[in-house]
């Protein structure tokens, strides 16, 4: 059994793209875009890696483009108003 970390999302691209990520290690194959239930909360699998260090790298990535977007799209709405 082959042990993979993956990095969960959960999109809302209607508002802000990605409210929430988690990272967790699985036991399990999975495969991109698998739903997974955590808590009350519906995540999507994002990413799919051998190493933890690799999975926060991409998500520290996802969440400054993430944000980057966000603050185009505030600052865009300032312009326009």
Known sequence: MK?????????????KG???IEYIKSKFPRDLGDSMRVGDI?????A?????????????????????LNREREYSKIIIK
Not at 3 to 15: G, R
Not at 42 to 46: C, D, H, L, N
């Open 18 to 20: 990605i409210t929430r």
């Open 42 to 46: 519906t995540y999507r699998v994002g």
């Open 48 to 68: 799919i890696a051998d190493a933890r260090s690799e999975i926060v790298s991409f998500g520290n990535d996802l969440i400054k483009k993430t944000n980057k």
């Open 3 to 15: 042990i993979t970390y993956c990095l969960l999302v959960n999109p809302d691209f209607e508002t």
